[in-house]
């Protein structure tokens, strides 16, 4: 039985998984995400090691049979500095951190976005390692000089179970990798500054990389010294695998406390004259790459809505069904995060707006209003990613069976659910069985999703709401450029 764990922002996940891809056993801890006033949102390394073991042993507890691997994923981006050993230099710096805002906003003005993103196919924004690098190499240059690696959760939590210092291409695809080659590219880091910080870089790891728990790794854990352990793909490429992403042009959807969005292809080509915005992730199959679209739109904003009209989370597909398309006439910008967005565009000034409300309004009707414009997002970042094929969606936006309808009338196309939640998981240990040369019925893996299919008398309505959302958001941005 293989155990996948998911080490999300806020909650880690372990899910262990038979040989047939059935879900057997599941177990979730909380970790401590740190927001402060000044948008830095850090979390305690530590804290996050002992939710990795504090799930394992209780999954391992539960078990029939004995554990025979170990398959990592968890959220990109930020830095998790650590020393020669792995232990933290520093708290761990989030994905969601807004400190380098103004580092991204000079190399916007420099054109070292478009350079680099030209060479990797990425994005700069505020979370992303290059620009909390450049940041640190400012303020805090002592914290680096004793740092040994500059690397992401899965990588970190990875060497402090097997002692290995490892990244998978996944997480290196973020902003440095050169995807024809998946090396470094030393331009597009001399690009940022940061030449001499290069030697903090871990190597990506190849194709089927397989480590093994040491002595620590085993006592934290509580399983045999010497078990197989794999370390990726991060998060979203791990859902995508989990979800049934497998032929180029299919997508995916992850409706969780922000949006993901990517779509599969076949060979590293993007456009280098496009925006610079978005990821290109390196998947396991040397092949194959996802043109990811990670908006910072998503749940939290829903949190925000509910607890801003004295509702409650729950409460969403009633609320949904009491305001019709289209909300009544209000309409909504969805960018709600401090940090602004950083796809289809980033812009760190980008905040949300709400328009067309009157007093005859209900609660019912910005809480709609919210949701279809996050459903908007989507869209534009699908668009932008290339989707042609299939869509799958998960997260706990589309544990709402009405944001669904929605999701599905705004895109236009059918929208595949997967049956289990923890596709995270599921991609992970579908990643690790391959490497470890079992067989993956990919068919049975993927048995018992729901298909939920767009409402014609809503898509000619919503494809006008959207081509309108498009003109407000571009009058936004020049507001917000202003």
Not at 51 to 71: I, N
Not at 180 to 191: L, S
Not at 242 to 263: F, H, M, N, S
Request: one cysteine or more.
């Amino acid at each position: 039985m293989i155990v996948g764990v998911d080490i999300g922002t806020s909650l880690t996940k372990a899910v262990a998984f038979g040989p047939d891809g059935r879900s057997v056993a599941h177990a979730g801890a909380a970790s401590e995400l740190r927001r402060y006033p000044d948008g830095r949102v850090e979390q305690d390394p530590e804290e996050v090691l002992g939710t990795v073991a504090a799930v394992v042993r209780r999954l391992a507890a539960e078990l029939d049979g004995p554990v025979t691997a170990v398959a990592l994923t968890g959220q990109g981006d930020g830095l998790w500095l650590r020393d020669e050993a792995g232990r933290p230099v520093r708290p761990a710096i989030s994905w969601l951190d807004g400190r380098a805002a103004a580092t991204v906003a000079r190399w916007q003005a420099a054109g070292v976005d478009r350079e680099v993103f030209r060479r990797t196919g990425s994005g700069l924004f505020p979370g992303c390692a290059a620009a909390l690098l450049a940041h640190l190499d400012a303020e805090e240059p002592e914290v680096l000089d004793r740092a040994a690696v500059a690397g992401y959760c899965v990588d970190a939590v990875a060497q402090r179970l097997t002692g290995t210092v490892s990244v998978d291409v996944s997480d290196a695809s973020l902003p440095f990798l050169d995807p024809a080659t998946r090396r470094y590219d030393d331009t597009a880091i001399a690009a940022c500054g940061l030449t001499h910080r290069r030697g903090l870089l871990a190597e990506p790891a190849p194709p089927g990389t397989v480590l093994s728990l040491d002595a620590e790794g085993a006592r934290l854990l509580g399983l045999p010294e010497g078990l197989p352990v794999t370390a990726g793909p991060f998060d979203m490429p791990a859902c995508a695998i989990g979800a049934g992403v497998r032929e180029p042009g299919d997508g995916l959807l992850i409706a969780g406390t922000t949006l993901a969005c990517q779509v599969l292809r076949k060979g590293p080509w993007f456009d280098r004259e496009g925006e610079p915005s978005g990821m290109l992730l390196a998947a396991p199959d040397p092949e194959l790459y996802l043109r990811a679209m990670a908006a910072m739109v998503g749940t939290a904003g829903l949190d925000w809505a509910c607890e801003l009209v004295g509702a409650d989370v729950a409460d969403t597909d009633g609320l949904l069904a009491a305001s019709g398309p289209g909300a009544g006439g209000v309409r909504a910008l969805p960018f709600l995060s401090g940090a602004g967005e950083r796809a289809p565009f980033v812009d760190a000034a980008a905040r949300a707006r709400f328009t067309g409300l009157t007093l005859q309004h209900t609660r019912a009707d910005l809480v709609r209003a919210l949701c279809e414009s996050v459903a908007f997002a989507a869209r534009h970042c699908l668009e932008e990613a290339g989707l042609t094929g299939a869509l799958y969606a998960c997260g706990g936006g589309v544990r709402s069976p009405e944001w669904t309808g929605i999701f599905a009338d705004v895109l236009g196309r059918p929208v595949t659910v997967p049956a289990d939640p923890g596709v995270g998981a599921r991609g992970a240990v579908i990643t690790a069985a391959r490497a470890l040369g079992r067989p993956v019925d990919e068919e049975r893996w993927a048995a018992g999703a729901r298909t939920v299919p767009p409402r014609p008398e809503n898509t000619g309505f919503y494809q006008r709401v959207y081509t309108g959302y498009r003109s407000c958001l571009a009058a936004a941005r020049r507001d917000w450029a202003a």
